[in-house]
């Protein structure tokens, strides 16, 4: 079956372009986010996470979601999961891609998860993220702290075992905002880059805080896809207290709404405009 995010991925990084996936926890971030992609007219990946997907579902259905907020610019991303029924259920949802977190696992455990995923989600036209070395910090539930890089012959056997679509990688990249950038290893993704088919798709996970040369040198290598969260709702929680501090007397939802919207807005336009559009 043809996927349509694949597509959308291949011209991004024919371009020499990445797009962002961010990770989203409210209707402020999906409307402004939506919205943004459909002005720029670029592609963007909603990426939720695991705990938040269970939550939402509860309520809306995640099904819902989905049908309300598709464009053609707007691909559903399930962020690092372990349980592989609950993956099973975001692709039967709708989701345009997954990830099968297997890093924590020994390699093997890893390629076996991998491939019933891959099978799982092919006759789905889902796409499949699979990751090698660990990403420390953790998000939004997932993860513990301790990084590992990922290793060049594993990589490979991963890849060539599972030809899996989008390979996200260990670099010393972290979750969370950064103390410092020593730990990135940036030339374990130029092996991988030079050792892959040269259509292999990337992703760079821990994408706040991450210098402009960092995020365009991984581009240059095949990085399709960064993932944005800390940021996000860094930026989220400013612009609440901001509007309470300046309208405490003021009670009022739709003022409340455009702040919201005008303030995300302008964080998905500078990520999307400078390195999507
Ligand atoms: P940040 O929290 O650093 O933005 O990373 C997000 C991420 O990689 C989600 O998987």
Do not use: W
């Not at 670029?42 to 259905?61: A, G, H, M, T, W």
């Not at 076996?112 to 499949?128: D, F, Q, R, S």
């Not at 996200?168 to 410092?180: D, K, P, Q, T, V």
């Amino acid at each position: 079956m043809k996927k349509k995010l694949s597509k959308a991925l291949v011209e991004l990084k024919k371009k020499g372009k990445s797009t962002f996936a961010f990770n989203l926890q409210n209707f402020y971030q999906l409307e402004a986010c939506v919205f943004t992609a459909s002005k720029l007219k670029v592609p963007v990946i909603i990426q939720f996470s695991e705990r938040f997907l269970r939550f939402l579902n509860d309520k809306y259905s995640v099904e819902y979601i989905i049908r309300k907020y598709k464009t053609d610019y707007t691909y559903f991303h399930l962020d690092h999961c372990i349980d592989l029924d609950f993956i099973k259920f975001c692709i039967d949802s709708g989701f345009d891609s997954v990830m099968y977190d297997g890093s924590a696992f020994a390699i093997d455990e890893n390629i076996k998860n991998t491939l019933i995923i891959m099978e799982y989600a092919e006759k789905a036209g889902c796409l499949v993220e699979g990751e090698l070395g660990k990403v420390s910090g953790v998000e939004d539930g997932f993860g513990e702290e301790g990084s590992s890089y990922a290793e060049i012959m594993e990589i490979i056997r991963y890849v060539k075992e599972t030809k899996i679509d989008l390979m996200a990688l260990g670099i010393g990249n972290a979750h969370g905002f950064y103390e410092n950038l020593d730990g990135i290893d940036i030339s374990i993704l130029k092996d991988a880059s030079n050792q892959l088919e040269a259509n292999q798709l990337f992703v760079l996970h821990g994408g706040t805080g991450l210098p402009e040369n960092v995020i365009r040198e991984a581009i240059s290598l095949g990085v399709v896809k960064i993932n944005i969260s800390t940021q996000l709702k860094k930026e989220t929680m400013d612009l609440v207290k901001k509007f309470a501090n300046n309208n405490n007397k003021l009670y009022n939802e739709i003022s409340y709404h455009d702040n919201m919207m005008v303030g995300l807005s302008k964080l998905f336009e500078n990520y999307l405009h400078k390195y999507t559009l």
